[in-house]
T-cell receptor
Framework: SQELEQSPQSLIVQEGKNLTINCTSS?????LYWYKQKYGEGLIFLMM?????EEKSHEKITAKLDEKKQQSSLHITASQPSHAGIYLC???????????FGQGTRLTINP | NAGVTQTPKFRVLKTGQSMTLLCAQD?????MYWYRQDPGMGLRLIHY???????AKGEVPDGYNVSRLKKQNFLLGLESAAPSQTSVYFC????????????FGSGTRLTVV
């Protein structure tokens, strides 16, 4: 079974629209990482959250970690074609410095 | 500054053949990891290492072996390749306790026929 559940698994939005991707765990998250992957390429680090209630932003992407440190959301404002790709959440659920990942969310931006 | 380098980038194997994937990092990271990525499955941890000379099993270790003889290198071996091992393999490295993310290689696409 997957320790991290991402939803949705696939998302198609029109350019300019906002969107949210969720990442949920049944265990406490010691560190929550968001990565972006363009099709057929490697992972690009976006953000890392550690503290309950923490929120970080980079350009038009905002990520939050809930107070209980069991759920994170990634929000994109005014989506652009450059946002298309696969978004992956990864987390250290044991404090053991090894990441487990969700299934990924495939984001398509329609012009 | 190369970061994490994986070789080869592509490989086609016949069932039963063996091969070794090489991961090299130049950031003096203690931790190194091997993941595989399959459609709809995200990344799954195969093996990892917390330092030179150490290795540990991840989520899906069967059919793979690893070695970390030098701090900068982490090798992933397939002794007898199977079609189920067709996947994209990613190597990553990190410092212990450093909260700025793990560094990933660009991946190796392996096809077993």
């Amino acid at each position: 079974s997957q320790e991290l559940e991402q939803s949705p698994q696939s998302l198609i939005v029109q350019e300019g629209k906002n969107l949210t991707i969720n990442c949920t765990s049944s265990k406490t998250l010691y560190g929550l990482y968001w990565y972006k992957q363009k099709y057929g390429e490697g992972l690009i680090f976006l953000m890392m959250l550690q503290k309950g209630g923490e929120e970080k932003s980079h350009e038009k992407i905002t990520a939050k970690l809930d107070e209980k440190k069991q759920q994170s959301s990634l929000h994109i404002t005014a989506s652009q074609p450059s946002h298309a790709g696969i978004y992956l959440c990864g987390a250290d659920t044991q404090g053991a410095q090894k990441l487990v990942f969700g299934q990924g969310t495939r984001l398509t931006i329609n012009p | 500054n190369a970061g994490v380098t994986q070789t080869p980038k592509f490989r086609v194997l016949k069932t039963g053949q063996s091969m070794t994937l090489l991961c090299a990092q130049d950031m003096n990271h203690e931790y190194m990891y091997w993941y595989r990525q399959d459609p709809g499955m995200g990344l799954r941890l195969i093996h990892y290492s917390v330092g030179e000379g150490t290795t540990a099993k991840g989520e899906v270790p069967d059919g793979y072996n690893v070695s970390r003889l030098k701090k900068q290198n982490f090798l992933l071996g397939l002794e007898s390749a199977a079609p189920s091992q067709t996947s994209v393999y990613f190597c990553a490295s990190s410092y212990w306790g450093k909260a700025d993310g793990y560094t990933f290689g660009s991946g190796t696409r392996l096809t077993v026929v």
